[in-house]
């Protein structure tokens, strides 16, 4: 076994509509067998980067490599990868077996191979019982499936998906997810999968790549983007945060009364600081943790469940949003700790 | 919700129209052809003499036959024009998109006569095409066969229906979502293989709209054989015209007129059928 390189390489890949860039410079390489989340807001570009990869778009410059040869001067019918679009695009003249054979028939493939591998893909996606169907007389949960199965019955090494679960209602999607997740890990297969909706990303990926104007602003873990991230967008797009602006004098870093050592060429310096990483202390007395505290009251309390987050007003004006476990006895004032390695400094 | 008397005012008038222009004429024609004439003058006494002649004598078959027959070349020439327009306008004309669709819809806006009657200046013996011919030197004599015969019906009835199969197909190729596209060529389908098994089946409503107006349309139609037909090329219609004319058989005229009602009403609705059974909605 050779140690693998990346199944898919992105070199500066752009685009441009006229004078408009819309994409700018995205270098990634996606890797064997992962689940790949292009995340972004409308406009960011991630529906375009994957009609890149499956040929429906030309790059204005940039290379695209796959198992090291060139891809992107292969039109899409010559691409080893199937995609599933948003609205399924199912063949309504055709049934579900003959939507799924569609591409097995194009290869020229027939007979008891062609019979046997559509069954054993409506089979993987518990499709049998409406083989015969047309995809008008199923339901929307169940087009998606058809949609999948009629991509990796041509087991393509890369499948791509562009967010294929936002026509569906809240409860049929997490179910989709939870479906899709488990089949990729079945399949082995390499998803790239686009979405705009972070907390499908971050349920869904292996790495989440985040897209913002073009531009990549963060490739990483769910785990990592969460808990590190790099830029003041990457940490307020990916769940809620506070960011936090220092004032950095004598190599110390200040906001208002909280003051912790800090190295930086810079005057000011911006951190994210997760609410839940805040604590509410009961007591004054300082230092069993070694973390950062002030005085400060309760201003508002949104109940969310599980949890509930508060914004609380510290004596020396600093606004801070903090999560805690759902219904604890509070009372108005209260002190604040802030876990030192909580905070991320960003780059501005 | 609304008054009695609104009511009335509102479905009033369309109803009085639909009977007095629409459904009278016709009970007076099928009347008509029950009817019959002796010595120069109509009788109301009811007889079936009428359909018992057209089943009889074979001459009126077969200007029906060859009407049909003209009607089908019509078709055909004007799907062969009229796909290969609507498919080209739709899918690869791109900036010109507008305009293309314009240039075929304006001849519509010209009088059917006039577009008809371009064919026999162009056609005729000392016409624009045989005085090209002549002068160059590829004809010695004008060619006598282009006008006054059916090829010259065939001409301007397809030069005036193309527009109409040209419609529906491009209708129906307009509908057909891109995504559809890119997904059988994604699934690893050339071009030509996409346009058989995809963009064809979808654009098959259209195709069978435009076709039943253009066979339809030229089935009854009357002026171009008037105009370019000739002895030879003389349609039903025609003889229709002339039974209610010179002749003065209105009760025949009826007879033949109630006939091909009948005919495009079965013809009509069963291609209706068949569109709708291969039209697929929430595409």
Known sequence: MTPAGPLLSLRSVTKRFGAATVLDDITVDIKESEFLTILGESGSGKTTLLRIIGGFEQATSGELWMLGKR?????????????????????????????VAYGLRAKRIAGAELSGRVDAALTQMKLNEFSRRRPTQL???????????????????????????????????????????ALQRE???????????????????????????????????????????????????????????????????????????HKSDQQEALFSLRPEHIKIVKSDDAGATGGLRCRGSVRSRVFAGASELLEVDCEDGLQLKIRVPGQIALANDVIVEVPLERLVPLVT | MYSRSYRAAVIIPPLAWVSVFLIAPYIFMFCFSFWQVRSQTIVHQWTLANYRQLVENPV?????????????????????????????????????????????IVPLWVSY?????????????????????????????????????????????????????????????????????????????????????????LAL??????????????????????????????????????LFGAAYNWPLGAAISACMLLLVIALISGTERLQNRLRYRGM
């Open chain 1, 71 to 99: 891809l992107d001067t292969q039109p899409p019918n010559r691409r080893n990868i199937n995609t599933v679009f948003q609205h399924y695009a199912l063949f309504p003249h055709l049934s579900v077996f003959e939507n």
């Open chain 2, 113 to 201: 006569l006039v577009r008809a009657y371009a064919w026999k200046t162009i056609l005729g013996s000392d016409g624009v095409l045989n005085t090209i011919l002549t002068s160059s030197g590829l004809l010695r004599h004008p060619a006598e066969f282009l006008l006054y015969s059916p090829f010259a019906v065939v001409l301007t009835l397809t030069h005036i229906y193309t527009p109409f199969v040209f419609l529906p197909v491009y209708a129906s190729l307009e509908h057909i979502p891109k995504e559809m596209i890119e997904t059988s060529q994604d699934l690893g389908a050339s071009r030509a293989r996409t346009f058989w098994t995809v963009v064809f089946p």
């Open chain 1, 187 to 261: 399949v082995g297969i390499t998803f790239v999968f686009v979405t705009h909706d972070q907390e499908e990303a971050m349920t869904l990926s292996d790495r989440i790549v985040l897209l913002r104007h073009g531009r990549i602003e963060q490739i990483d873990a769910p785990r990592e983007i969460y808990n590190r991230p790099k830029t003041p967008y990457v940490a307020s797009f990916i769940g809620y945060t506070n960011l936090l602006t220092a004032l950095i004098k004598d190599g110390r870093a200040r906001i208002g009364s909280l003051e912790w050592p």
């Open chain 2, 60 to 104: 009126y078959f077969e200007v029906l036959l060859r009407s049909a027959r003209i009607a089908a070349s019509v078709t055909l020439f004007a799907l062969l024009l009229g796909f290969p327009l609507a498919y080209f306008v739709s899918f690869r004309a791109r900036r010109s998109k507008d305009l293309l669709y314009q240039l075929v």
């Open chain 1, 139 to 181: 339901s929307g949960g169940q087009q998606q499936r058809v949609a999948v199965a009629r991509a990796l019955v041509n087991r393509p090494s890369l499948l791509l998906l562009d967010e294929p679960l936002s026509a569906l209602d809240a409860n049929l999607r997490r179910h989709m997810q939870a479906e899709l997740k």
């Open chain 2, 205 to 242: 409503p259209g195709v069978i709209a435009g076709a039943t107006f253009a066979f339809v349309l030229s089935l009854g139609d009357f002026l171009s054989p008037l105009l370019v037909g000739g002895p030879t090329g003389v349609m039903i219609s025609n003889v229709v015209v002339s």
